[in-house]
């Protein structure tokens, strides 16, 4: 930025560059302020579960079938399901969101189709997740007829999240250097050669950042798998794809919504909503991992 001539005097000088000192140092204390602001709303959300939901935690809880209409036992129904869920849609939603990706980047140019298509599927993204529980019941579970289950729910989750591995895949992939190609060019290597051996490895951080949250809103969805997937009450695992199952958010939906003793559900709920908390945290956590120790092995 230039300085006018009216300026350009040490004494001015001095007292522009304090001025532009105070707003960066204002700038800075807005965003501590907001990050300090929202790390004590999260805590306070987690230690309130926690607090919640840590007497009912036990081996039995954890492992054990639900008994006497979900107000003893255990709830693991919930959490093998929540996990076949979340699983399913990422087997279903990753290979496709990273080809189209890849398509998307490499194959294509920047004419107006692209941008539209990439417009849509930004658009998709901020979809209410109930639209997409009335897309899976219509689509899935009536005209294919899979019913209500664990194939319909997670197509359904499938299809919400891959939007959203996408666009970061998207991302991830224009953050590669065009310095990348050019080498694998160089070295005589097909377009899908260097993109497989070259860019998608060195994309694999930014990737797997979508997959992180994929994974974490699949999880913790209710809406979508409210009308393809989910039963309120079961006494056995799910035997097929094709079968009813339970799930965690919507297991503490109904112990709270629909429960016919609150007094011995509400403490099930607290401690359901923390074992989903806790199963989200950790698969993030795994991913954080591998996402970091792929970090180490940038070539830039």
Do not use: C
């Amino acid at each position: 930025m230039e300085i006018s001539p009216a300026l350009n005097t040490p004494l001015n000088i001095k007292s522009y560059a304090n001025h532009r000192r105070l707003v960066q140092k204002i700038g800075i204390s807005i965003l501590f302020l907001s990050l300090i602001v929202t790390i004590f709303f999260l805590f306070i959300i987690v230690i309130f579960i926690a607090v919640r939901g840590a007497g009912v935690l036990n081996i039995e809880f954890l492992t054990a079938m639900p008994r006497q209409a979900m107000t003893k036992g255990g709830i693991l129904p919930a959490i093998l399901g929540t996990f076949y869920l979340s699983l399913g849609a990422v087997i279903f939603a990753l290979p496709l969101g990273i080809l189209t990706a890849i398509y998307l980047n490499e194959y294509t140019g920047a004419n107006t189709l692209v941008r539209i298509i990439k417009m849509g599927i930004n658009n998709l993204a901020g979809v209410p997740s109930i639209v997409f529980g009335l897309f899976g019941l219509a689509i899935f579970v009536k005209f294919f007829g899979f019913g209500v289950s664990l194939l319909s729910g997670s197509l359904t989750l499938a299809i919400m999240i891959l939007p959203v591995i996408i666009s970061t895949t998207v991302e991830a992939l224009k953050s590669i250097p065009d310095s990348f190609r050019e080498a694998g060019y160089g070295v005589g290597a097909t377009k899908w050669q260097m993109v497989r051996g070259i860019i998608l490895p060195a994309a694999l951080p930014g990737i797997l950042t979508g997959t992180i949250l994929g994974i974490g809103r699949a999880a913790g969805e209710t809406a979508p798998i409210l009308f393809t997937a989910v039963t309120f009450f079961s006494r056995k695992l799910p035997k097929s794809i094709l079968s009813e199952v339970q799930a965690l958010p919507y297991h503490i939906y109904a112990l709270v919504t629909e429960g016919t003793h609150p007094k011995e559900q509400i403490p099930i709920a607290y401690g359901s909503a923390l074992v989903l908390l806790l199963l989200v945290l950790g698969l993030d956590l795994i991913a954080i991992i591998i996402r970091t120790r792929a970090r180490k092995k940038k070539l830039w």
